[in-house]
């Protein structure tokens, strides 16, 4: 499964809010994040225009979320602190 990520900037009330939040549950924040993301695509997909092929993306990738095949915020950093060592490398 072929991993993107997503750069998010709050102000910083908004972020000490959901830091103390996730903190004070145990909540990890990009576990919270992304499933924000996933019930707000479970509820709002029926209304967006997708073809026939985006729309088994979709499925394919919501299906994935829910038997857990995701990288943690972690798993993606090594990765993308491997594939820059690789990059420098080839050079």
């Known amino acids: 499964m072929r991993q993107k990520s997503i750069t998010l900037r709050l102000p910083e009330e908004e972020y000490v ?14 576990g919270k994040i992304r499933e924000f993301i996933r019930n707000m695509v479970k509820t709002e997909i029926d209304e967006v225009e997708l073809s026939a092929s985006e729309w088994e993306k979709v499925r394919e990738g919501i299906g994935e979320i829910e038997r857990g095949r995701y990288a943690t915020l972690e798993e993606m950093k090594v990765d993308l602190a491997r594939r820059k060592l690789a990059h420098k490398q080839d050079r």
């Open 17 to 30: 809010a959901f830091t103390t939040v996730c903190n004070e549950k145990g909540y990890s924040k990009t």
